[in-house]
């Protein structure tokens, strides 16, 4: 491959990158007309605002189905509802007319994609949803289909060229419906106040589920904690810094509050004859960087890394240290 690239046609490689960049620019201009549709246009507008209602207020579940590549961002579009609480699911049309229509009942919302709104596959979803009142969602765009004449909310998208030179291949036409589909999808999330929590429960695997998890799901605990309290000599911290292996240990108030902490720099910047004979609070450094347990692994990643820190203690309300994490813990748990 190294060498046919290197001694391929210098003017196809050119026609290549040329293709490339028509198709990335006539996406853009696709979300473009997008976004000015949704401001221009206060039909389709509104008519989001519905769908949206019609979806997140229903008692039932958000039916998607379509054909083709529309077929393809239906399920896409149910997979993204359902991961950010919106209980949805795919149903294939042809399915749907040997038996899967049972799935669907009345408290269900459908939402149907078809770029031409004449799929004749949905006909008989289009009478099954009129027969048992089950509201429908159309994604199309043209007002007078079938479709949308049919739909009690239709979401009617600008017509948009495709990058395909023949006009012909879903392109940009497919792009607009999953953008739609997401932007439905992200506004269902922020009504029902959908948190960081919650996207966790749908999540659990992956690395994705390890960023989700939180600091105290990972962080050891108060007896693996290395810990003096104030007063106690350097000889001490030198002894529990061993034996913890954290490269560092927390000092504490009468109280019981963290005050400071000594690293391995630390000692390095103290090193003198009398350094072990001397108090902690004379050697620690004050104010040390902490974390809430409550915390995402994920935050807790980023801020040792904006910090320049391998290890935080975990205190709670009152300041005082409940756990210990490591960099390394949220390595292993597969958080970067």
Same mark, same amino acid.
């Given at each position: ?47 989001? #605002? ?9 008692? *039932? ?5 379509? !054909? *083709? /590549? ?5 399920? /896409? ?5 359902? %991961? ?31 770029? %031409? ?19 429908? !969602? ?10 949308? &004449? ?29 953008? #739609? *589909? ?49 007063? &106690? ?11 913890? @292996?954290?490269?560092? !240990? ?18 390095? &910047? ?24 409550? #915390?995402?692994? %994920? ?8 910090? /320049? ?24 748990? @597969?958080?970067?």
């Amino acid at each position: 491959m190294g060498v046919r690239h290197a001694t391929a046609d210098a003017h196809a490689g050119g026609t290549v990158l040329e293709s490339i960049g028509r198709t990335l620019t006539t996406a853009t201009n696709g979300i473009k007309a997008l976004a000015d549709h949704l401001t221009s246009d206060q039909d389709f507008a509104g008519a989001l #605002v519905d769908a949206v209602e019609l979806m997140g207020d229903g008692d *039932g579940r958000v039916v998607v189905s379509g !054909v *083709g /590549k529309s077929g393809h961002i239906g399920r /896409k579009i149910a997979a993204t509802l359902a %991961s950010t609480g919106t209980s949805a699911y795919f149903v294939h049309p042809t399915e749907a007319s040997h038996g899967d229509l049972g799935m669907i009942t009345a408290q269900d919302a459908l939402v149907l994609l078809s770029w %031409s709104g004449e799929t004749a596959e949905l006909a008989n979803m289009l009478t099954y949803a009129k027969r048992f009142k089950v509201p429908i !969602v159309s994604i199309c765009s043209n007002r007078e289909s079938t479709l949308a &004449r049919n739909s009690e909310i239709a979401l009617v998208l600008p017509k948009v060229p495709e990058a395909c030179p023949h006009g012909l291949a879903p392109t940009t036409s497919a792009m607009l419906q999953l953008a #739609v *589909g997401d932007a439905l999808a992200i506004a269902l999330l922020e009504r029902r106040g959908f948190s960081a929590e919650d996207f966790k429960t749908f999540h659990p695997g992956g690395k994705l589920g390890a960023q989700l998890r939180l600091v105290q799901e990972l962080a050891h605990g108060t007896g693996q904690m290395p810990l003096l309290s104030v007063g &106690r000599p350097m000889s001490e911290a030198v002894i529990e810094m061993s034996a913890k @292996g954290f490269g560092v !240990v927390g000092i504490t108030d009468e109280s019981g509050k963290l005050i400071g902490v000594i690293t391995d720099g630390d000692l390095r &910047r103290h090193m003198a004859g009398d350094l072990l004979a001397q108090p902690v609070q004379e050697v620690m450094s004050r104010n040390p960087r902490v974390i809430k347990g409550d #915390v995402l692994a %994920s935050a807790a990643m980023e801020f040792m890394q904006d910090h /320049k820190v391998t290890v935080l203690f975990l205190v709670d309300e009152a300041g005082a240290p409940v756990g210990i994490l490591h960099i390394h813990d949220l390595l292993r748990a @597969g958080v970067a």
